[in-house]
């Protein structure tokens, strides 16, 4: 567990935890080390279900997602694994822009500690948040954590994990779509307008550009032709994916200049499922879901991967391993389960599938040569999501923050 954090948790559960592998000489096979946590809470003022995958720190991280508007709050979680002290700067960017604000530089995280600041304190009032987070000294892992509250009610809670640059093309794998009837029925009340699925893209560049959304259904069709979208340059753009069915998709966005890209999901319980389910939240106690009981999710790009890595699925969930295959061959994709039952699926070529697995269980994935992957949970009225990050290379230890 980390040292200290501003959460109060420090000896608790919730504090940041430090994974870590010795150092290992340079001609040695790199060990392999993941890891996730869940969290899974219904309470008066929190309901939901939120994930995150454990990554390695950086010196830069992009992170897309969140809202400061009316009863939305969003905090920034920097977490230090170092030896060192980190200084680190913080941009934010939303629809009309970048937004300045004192106490955005010079922000100390000691070595081994975790800093937790609210994003309202920047950018209050903030529809579609983007931030860009840069470290100097010891390098830093960077999260966003979203919860949602219309009036009295809960609407969700979500974990927001970072990309490493905007890039050209944008995979958003296990883009996942349910509920969408009783969303609908929700949507007209005042509060609940951002529960239709949409994508957020923010084009860093000081010139506009047209981004191409391509949604392939994980059945292996293209849902409709691509949607075509002008980008202003420094600005961010939410733009609605609202004729989406219930299912699983990969969204994919091309741009002529570098743009990041990200996407909210929403689910609602309806009577017939609210009235028998329950939830245990993190204290241990446990509350009905009520019919219209909402959560949400934020699916954040997923990177390239190259070489067999581990996919930890987190506990407490419904859980898939979404796949997609953007080579022109297909390949047939082995999750070895560890300890379990192996699951093999072949993803077609330019395509994408989804692969029911076993919550709180690790896969070591192998059969590929190029291909983006994430991991989905839903529950009722629950819904999350993580990527599945490359092995990260290091001389020295192998350290992961989760």
Same mark, same amino acid.
């Given at each position: 567990?980390?040292?200290?954090?501003?959460?109060g948790?420090?000896?608790?559960?919730?504090?940041?935890?430090?994974l870590?592998?010795? @150092?290992?000489?340079?001609?040695?096979?790199?060990?392999?080390?993941?890891?996730?946590?869940?969290e899974?809470?219904?309470?008066?003022?929190?309901?939901?279900?939120?994930?995150?995958?454990?990554t390695a720190?950086?010196?830069s991280?992009?992170?897309?997602?969140g809202?400061?508007?009316?009863?939305r709050t969003?905090?920034l979680?920097?977490?230090?694994?170092?030896?060192?002290?980190?200084?680190?700067?913080?941009?934010?960017?939303?629809?009309?822009?970048?937004?300045?604000?004192?106490?955005?530089?010079?922000?100390?995280?000691?070595?081994? @500690?975790?800093?937790?600041?609210?994003l309202?304190?920047?950018?209050?009032?903030?529809?579609?948040?983007?931030?860009h987070?840069?470290? !100097?000294?010891?390098?830093?892992? !960077?999260?966003?954590?979203?919860?949602?509250?219309?009036?009295?009610?809960?609407?969700?809670?979500?974990?927001?994990?970072?990309?490493?640059a905007p890039a050209?093309?944008?995979?958003?794998p296990?883009?996942?779509?349910?509920?969408t009837?009783?969303?609908?029925?929700?949507?007209?009340q005042?509060?609940?307008?951002?529960?239709?699925?949409?994508?957020?893209?923010?084009?860093?560049?000081d010139?506009p550009?047209?981004?191409?959304?391509?949604v392939l259904?994980?059945?292996?069709?293209?849902?409709?032709?691509?949607?075509?979208?002008?980008?202003?340059?420094?600005?961010?753009?939410?733009?609605?994916?609202?004729?989406?069915?219930?299912?699983?998709?990969t969204v994919?966005?091309t741009?002529g200049?570098?743009?990041l890209?990200?996407a909210?999901v929403?689910? @609602?319980?309806d009577?017939?499922?609210?009235?028998?389910t329950?939830?245990?939240?993190a204290?241990?106690?446990?509350?009905? !879901?009520? @019919?219209?009981?909402?959560?949400?999710?934020?699916?954040?790009?997923?990177?390239?991967?190259?070489?067999?890595?581990?996919?930890p699925? !987190?506990?407490?969930?419904?859980a898939?391993?979404?796949?997609?295959?953007?080579?022109?061959?297909?390949?047939?994709?082995?999750l070895?389960?560890?300890?379990g039952?192996?699951i093999?699926?072949?993803?077609?070529a330019?395509?994408?599938?989804?692969?029911?697995?076993?919550?709180?269980?690790?896969?070591?994935?192998?059969?590929?040569?190029?291909?983006?992957?994430?991991?989905?949970?839903?529950?009722?009225a629950?819904v999350?999501s993580?990527?599945?990050?490359?092995?990260?290379?290091?001389?020295?230890?192998?350290?992961?923050?989760?």
């Amino acid at each position: 567990p980390f040292a200290s954090t501003d959460t109060g948790t420090a000896t608790g559960s919730a504090a940041p935890q430090l994974l870590s592998t010795p @150092a290992i000489p340079s001609d040695a096979t790199p060990p392999l080390l993941a890891g996730a946590q869940s969290e899974s809470i219904r309470t008066d003022e929190f309901a939901g279900l939120a994930t995150a995958e454990c990554t390695a720190p950086s010196g830069s991280a992009w992170l897309a997602g969140g809202a400061t508007s009316i009863g939305r709050t969003t905090l920034l979680l920097l977490a230090n694994p170092t030896a060192v002290p980190s200084v680190v700067s913080v941009q934010v960017f939303g629809e009309n822009g970048r937004v300045t604000a004192p106490g955005m530089d010079g922000i100390t995280v000691s070595a081994g @500690a975790q800093r937790v600041v609210s994003l309202s304190g920047f950018a209050p009032n903030l529809v579609s948040p983007v931030v860009h987070v840069q470290s !100097a000294g010891g390098q830093i892992v !960077a999260n966003l954590e979203q919860s949602t509250v219309r009036g009295i009610t809960p609407g969700g809670i979500d974990f927001i994990g970072a990309a490493s640059a905007p890039a050209l093309t944008t995979v958003l794998p296990g883009v996942v779509v349910s509920g969408t009837q009783t969303i609908q029925s929700l949507q007209g009340q005042s509060g609940y307008d951002d529960l239709q699925t949409t994508l957020r893209v923010y084009l860093p560049s000081d010139r506009p550009t047209t981004a191409s959304i391509t949604v392939l259904a994980e059945n292996g069709t293209v849902t409709g032709k691509p949607i075509k979208a002008d980008l202003q340059p420094g600005s961010v753009t939410d733009l609605p994916l609202d004729q989406l069915s219930d299912g699983n998709y990969t969204v994919i966005v091309t741009s002529g200049q570098p743009v990041l890209a990200s996407a909210r999901v929403s689910t @609602a319980a309806d009577a017939t499922t609210a009235s028998n389910t329950s939830a245990t939240t993190a204290t241990g106690s446990t509350g009905s !879901a009520a @019919a219209g009981a909402t959560d949400f999710a934020w699916i954040t790009p997923a990177a390239l991967l190259t070489s067999s890595v581990l996919i930890p699925i !987190a506990t407490g969930m419904d859980a898939a391993v979404h796949l997609d295959n953007p080579t022109s061959s297909a390949v047939t994709v082995t999750l070895h389960a560890i300890p379990g039952t192996d699951i093999t699926r072949a993803v077609p070529a330019h395509g994408a599938v989804s692969v029911p697995v076993i919550a709180g269980t690790t896969y070591r994935i192998s059969g590929f040569s190029e291909l983006y992957a994430s991991v989905s949970g839903v529950g009722t009225a629950q819904v999350t999501s993580y990527t599945v990050s490359p092995l990260a290379r290091s001389e020295g230890p192998v350290r992961v923050v989760g």
